[in-house]
């Protein structure tokens, strides 16, 4: 079945029931519940027509044989309830499409032997897949199945091979419900608003961006260089009470940021629209200037590229007189290969800042997600060594974005 047709899953079915006083329901089910039939907008448990003082248990026919069967302690507690073999019935049933759960409609319209739909990330009211090549001719089908089943989603997209690294957007095909992208979710205390089309949001990294809420002392100094719609600057202003500098590159994840900082009512925060190099060389050093004295934070998180971008940490404070130099902590995010991913991730930090990393000034180096059976994506979280803030500058680095097609796959 490639277009979902409801009407073929009507059918009638004959499943076993037992009927008990009304009074001996809740001391029977130690016994029955785990045999309970379960299926969806059907009550297991129903009225005896004509007959008030009784009830009837609809049960599992694959999991409930017949009374002999079951355990011998369970057949004594039945008996004490005056339940025996003569209240077992066979009950004939109506079910129709509303009363079968979302996994068993896949099974049964979905190719035998394959992987099925069994994974997705929601954003509000959209669900957000990646099929896999042989699911692509039961897509719309899915989708259908996906908005029946899941309460609140009206919206069901398929996304596309590319992504766009620069922005972070990529294109999506709307396999069924509204093409209503516009979504909010509520994460670390916050709520995030934006146009999943035009803007980057993976749910999975929801944990992620609480252990860097955690790892922010109390009204210490973020510089979130590729901020996105917010999900760490608009928790960190207003859970850990932080001043925040946010930016990105992307217009509309610009918009969206400020939108979702009035929308949290967080005022230190303030927003930029600016590449990540000449955010990070125009709006540090004037900031250093005021001689801070809270915990400074930088977070880096573009896993694709964002380590390319540490070298406009080399000497950025180059010719400035400050005394004591500012103590920088950077969390960036990379890809790295599973089987040498943290040797990796620490020898591509090393080079693009062109300078060691001594342990002590590892704060922690954490395996934030598999992107892939042998791509994961890695956090370092250091604090920056004085000497590449203070290196003569010997070559200007270039604020142009980079422009890259990468793969999804890796970027989600």
């Known amino acids: 079945m490639t277009k979902l047709d409801r009407a073929k899953f009507t059918k009638e079915v004959t499943v076993p029931s037992v009927e008990i006083p009304s009074k001996n329901v809740g001391k029977c089910m130690s016994v029955f519940k785990k045999y309970l039939l379960k299926m969806e907008k059907l009550k297991p448990v129903t009225e005896v027509q004509g007959n008030d003082e009784k009830r009837k248990l609809l049960l599992d026919p694959i999991l409930f044989e017949k009374l002999d069967k079951l355990r011998e302690d369970d057949q004594q507690k039945l008996s004490e309830l005056d339940i025996n073999k003569n209240c077992f019935s066979n009950t004939c049933l109506h079910l129709e499409y509303h009363n079968f759960r979302m996994d068993d409609i896949f099974k049964a319209v979905l190719p035998e032997g394959k992987e099925g739909c069994t994974s997705y990330s929601r954003i509000g009211h959209i669900i957000h897949l990646n099929l896999r090549d042989h699911l692509l001719p039961y897509k719309n089908l899915i989708g259908e199945v996906l908005v029946d089943k899941l309460i609140g989603v009206k919206t069901v997209v398929n996304k596309s091979s590319a992504i766009d690294s620069t922005y972070r957007n990529f294109q999506m095909e709307v396999l069924a419900g509204e093409?209503?992208?516009?979504?909010?979710?509520?994460?670390?205390?916050?709520?995030?608003?934006?146009?999943?089309?035009?803007?980057?949001?993976?749910s999975r990294l929801c944990t992620e961006h609480e252990r860097i809420i955690k790892l922010l002392p109390q009204k210490s100094v973020l510089f979130d260089v590729f901020a996105g719609v917010g999900p760490f600057s608009v928790p960190a202003a207003k859970v850990r009470k932080c001043r925040v500098f946010a930016n990105d590159l992307n217009p509309s994840s610009y918009h969206w940021l400020k939108e979702n900082v009035r929308l949290n009512k967080v005022e230190n925060v303030e927003t930029f629209n600016l590449d990540g190099r000449q955010f990070i060389r125009e709006q540090m050093p004037p900031f250093f200037l005021t001689k801070p004295t809270e915990p400074i934070h930088v977070t880096m998180n573009l896993p694709a590229l964002a380590v390319e971008f540490l070298d406009a940490f080399i000497g950025l404070l180059s010719g400035v007189e400050l005394d004591p130099l500012p103590d920088i902590t950077v969390h960036v995010y990379s890809f790295c290969e599973e089987s040498s991913a943290?040797?990796?991730?620490?020898?591509?930090?090393?080079?693009?800042?062109?300078?060691?990393?001594?342990?002590?000034?590892?704060v922690e180096l954490v395996d934030v997600r598999d992107v892939s059976p042998k791509k994961h994506m890695l956090r370092l979280s250091f604090r920056i060594p004085p000497d590449v803030?203070?290196?003569?500058?010997?070559?200007?680095?270039s604020s142009e974005p980079k422009r890259l097609k990468l793969d999804l796959e890796t970027q989600d």
Request: proline share 0%; glycine share 0%; charged share 35%.
């Open 179 to 202: 093409a209503d992208f516009v979504a909010e979710v509520k994460e670390n205390m916050c709520t995030f608003k934006f146009d999943f089309s035009q803007v980057y949001w993976n």
């Open 389 to 397: 803030l203070t290196k003569a500058i010997e070559e200007e680095a």
């Open 342 to 362: 943290f040797s990796e991730m620490r020898n591509k930090v090393e080079s693009a800042l062109k300078h060691s990393i001594e342990d002590e000034q590892i």
